[in-house]
Every structure is written in C-alpha cells, then in structure tokens.
C-alpha cells in the first residue's frame, strides 16, 4: 500500500535522483452494502487500480464484485419443528493486468495480489446454501466456478503492445467446477465436525486445451476449541 513516509520521501528526494526514478501507483475501493428486507442483503464493490486516461491504448485495470446474502430463517410446519436455510450468492470480476504495471509499483506482496485471491483474469462464481436441521445438525451445500485466462499476476500491460482490451478473458481459458456438500456436527459452541463429499472438473487445466480431468473427493474437518 502507498504509505505516507514513502511519499515524504519521494518529494524530499532530489530531482535527479530517487524523484525521478520513481513513480507512485494508486489503486482505489468504494464497496457498497443495501439492506433490502430483514433476511436479504445486497453488497458489491468496485476496485479501479487503473483507467484509460494517459492514453487510448492503455486498457482499464479494474475488478468488481457483486452478491447477495439471505440470513432470514425459513420456517416449516412440520411436526419435527422449524427449518433454517441461509443463502449466499457472489460474482466476482476482475480484468487482466490489474495489480501490475510496467513501473514494477505493483500491489503485490509475497507474490499475492493486495486484493482479490485469484489475481487477474479471473471471473469466478460461488454459490451456498445451509439448512440447518436441528439444533445441532446442519447440511451445507456449495459450489465454486471460476474462469481464468491466461493472463499472470505480475505480468503487466506494456505501451509496445498497443490497444488491447480486457473486456473479455484472455486466450484459452480455463474453466474449473467443483461442487460440495457437507453434514456438520455442533454439539456444542466450541465443537464443530464436518464430513464432506465433493465433485471437481477441469477444462483446460493451466490454459492448455485438452488438458481436462476430474475426480471425486472427500474431506473430514474438526474445529476445537478451549
């Protein structure tokens, strides 16, 4: 992130040294969140790390983000009692060269984007749904998609490359699904067990066509605590 001291010290700098050798980079977030009822909520953010303002060719470094979240219980009339289900829906959007540029004063730190976790090039779908059952039963059920063009993290967009437009992904894309459901235990407020059955697919798989697998998978989790 763009501190104050480096800043104080790029202007104390002279002329012909440090001041003219480096160049500052910003990138800002507005994210925005809409009550719509007592169990739905609406919330999505913009990020714009750069904007085709220096020159026609350059393309627009942005990213954003929109979802919904239902935390309202359903109730049921059965005999067994009342049912809860909780919602979540999120889509996430973020162009290819964001987080880079040529200068090398990118928002990158031990080689993870200071934003969203899957980098550039990216779109990516998750959807979730929790019932919970009883008391201390609950099934969740969730499923990931994402899209990923060939576009790197820390590779960034150069003048010599002319126009390019970020509008769409990159190159061969690849697309990859995975789907899971869960049974979880919580007997009690620090206990949590969870066994879980999943499906992934890859198309594909690093950008490369005909590089396709899948497989079916398995996982046990135990959340303790004291």
């Known amino acids: 992130p763009y501190t104050i001291v480096e800043r104080i010290r790029i202007r104390e700098a002279s002329n012909d040294s440090l001041r003219s050798l480096e160049r500052s980079n910003l990138m800002v977030s507005a994210d925005l ?4 009822s007592r169990g739905l909520t609406l919330y999505g953010e913009l990020l714009v790390d750069d904007y085709a303002t220096e020159s026609a060719d350059m393309p627009n470094r942005i990213g954003y983000q929109l ?3 239902s935390e309202r219980p359903f109730r049921s009339n059965r005999s067994s009692g009342a049912r809860y289900i909780r919602l979540l829906g999120e889509y996430t959007r973020v162009r290819n060269y964001t987080y880079s540029v040529e200068y090398a004063q990118d928002f990158i730190y031990r080689d993870r984007p200071l934003g969203y976790v899957l980098g550039p090039d990216v779109e990516n779908v998750t959807l979730e749904a ?15 998609f994402t899209n990923h063009g060939e ?4 590779v960034p967009w150069f003048r010599s490359q002319g126009a390019v437009s970020t509008v769409g992904l990159s190159g061969i894309v ?3 699904r995975e789907v899971w459901s869960d049974v979880r235990w919580l007997p009690r407020d620090n206990v949590d067990l969870s066994v879980g059955v999943g499906f992934r697919r890859i198309h594909s798989e690093g950008n490369i066509l005909g590089r396709d697998r899948s497989a079916w998978l398995g996982r046990i989790a135990a959340d303790l605590r004291y």
């Open 174 to 176: 690849e697309e990859r």
């Open 151 to 154: 576009g790197r993290l820390g």
């Open 130 to 144: 929790v019932h919970d059952i009883s008391r201390d039963w609950q099934i969740r059920s969730s499923g990931d």
């Open 67 to 69: 979802g919904f979240r």
């Open 33 to 36: 969140s809409y009550r719509i």
